[in-house]
Nanobody
Framework: QVQLVESGGGLVQAGGSLRLSCAAS????????MAWFRQVPGKEREFVAA???????YYGDSVKGRFSISRDNAKNTVSLQMNSLKPEDTAVYYC????????????????WGQGTQVTVSS
């Protein structure tokens, strides 16, 4: 069982930055790909970014060049640095963990966090 706890959300003005963190429990963190998704009420959950156990990174088109995902396997954490934030980035951001696999595959997500709210004001 893996528990994921997000932190770092909040209110920021457009053009500003926020850094989200996700702390994971368990001993298999380094073997799992980790990802961030976001969701706005009434819309489908949207892929934001992912990082494999080997630190290969993947980004959704809407955040490329503005967001950066990283992981610290020694601390069991994954972070999302969000720069140049826009009002349309407003959403609840969720951390996700896959089963132990070689690389990122969104069909292998086993665990989700509770989410953290990010609000970007114009």
């Amino acid at each position: 069982q893996v528990q994921l706890v997000e932190s770092g959300g909040g209110l920021v003005q457009a053009g500003g930055s926020l850094r989200l963190s996700c702390a994971a429990s368990g001993r298999t963190f380094s073997t799992r790909s980790m990802a961030w998704f976001r969701q706005v009420p009434g819309k489908e959950r949207e892929f934001v970014a992912a990082i494999s156990g080997r630190s290969n990174t993947y980004y959704g088109d809407s955040v490329k060049g503005r967001f950066s995902i990283s992981r610290d396997n020694a601390k069991n954490t994954v972070s999302l640095q969000m720069n140049s934030l826009k009002p349309e980035d407003t959403a609840v951001y969720y951390c996700a963990a896959t089963r132990p696999i070689r690389d990122w595959d969104d069909t292998t997500i086993d665990y989700w966090g509770q989410g953290t709210q990010v609000t970007v004001s114009s």
